[in-house]
């Protein structure tokens, strides 16, 4: 009976993972005309929320990672603020994100895993809050954070740095352009079947190109034929 009861307490407890709530922030900051030259698989992806149990997952793996050795020392000195950049060329090893709804905040967590072949995998947070003057802002960690802007170009979507920012509290400072480390643009591109390419560049105004990676995902679904 003990077993009978668990069982069904437990089962209680588990998430519906096809259960979708529609989320219609992405689309709001897109405008109409841009969400509708996104691709449906796009669109379904950015517009649907994670229930409070639900994680949204999608697992892949690192195709492509160049960093130039300034980009190398940037990314390491990025670690006092959560080590947003990839700190391994590795390609080729196994890659993860998962996304679920940071309620307080009224946005979303992002965590991403990239594996190495030496050590333990990398492990990136992120907040996605939908304020700001652009709408959109990503925090990183020790109060720091990017606006993001969104943008469509040939059915992909990109968020790219509109400035960097410092916020304690209610005081907010923007970094000044001299002080920040270069255009950052992230982008979405569907690659059909189910699968999405996941690029980073980080650009310097002085320096050139100083990190450039792709990652290929598709959506974990529990019990889903392979």
């Not at 990503?138 to 969104?150: K, R």
């Not at 059915?155 to 509109?162: C, H, R, V």
Request: proline share 6%.
């Amino acid at each position: 009976m003990a077993t009978i009861a668990a069982r069904t307490t437990i089962a209680s407890f588990v998430p519906d993972i096809g259960a979708t709530v529609i989320d219609p922030r992405f689309r709001q900051l897109l405008g109409e005309a841009n969400w509708a030259s996104l691709p449906p698989a796009v669109r379904a992806r950015f517009g649907r929320k994670a229930l409070a149990t639900q994680t949204i997952s999608y697992i892949g793996e690192v195709v492509e990672c160049r960093m130039s050795r300034l980009g190398k020392i940037f990314a390491n000195l990025c670690r006092l603020v959560g080590a947003p950049l990839p700190l391994s060329t590795d390609t080729n090893v196994a890659a993860s994100v998962c996304v679920t709804e940071d309620a307080s905040a009224g946005g979303q967590y992002w965590t991403r895993q990239y594996c190495r072949r030496g050590g333990f995998p990398q492990v990136i947070h992120s907040s996605k809050r939908f304020a700001g003057p652009t709408g959109l802002e990503e925090y990183l960690g020790m109060g720091f954070g990017i606006a993001l802007a969104l943008r469509v170009e040939a059915e992909a979507l990109y968020f790219e740095s509109d400035h960097y920012f410092w916020r304690a509290g209610p005081l907010r400072l923007r970094l000044p352009r001299w002080l920040a480390p270069g255009r950052l643009s992230i982008g979405h591109i569907d690659c059909d079947h189910g699968r999405f390419a996941f690029t980073l560049a980080l650009d310097h105004p002085w320096f050139g190109p100083l990190v450039h990676q792709c990652c290929l995902f598709t959506e974990y679904r529990p019990g889903a034929a392979s």
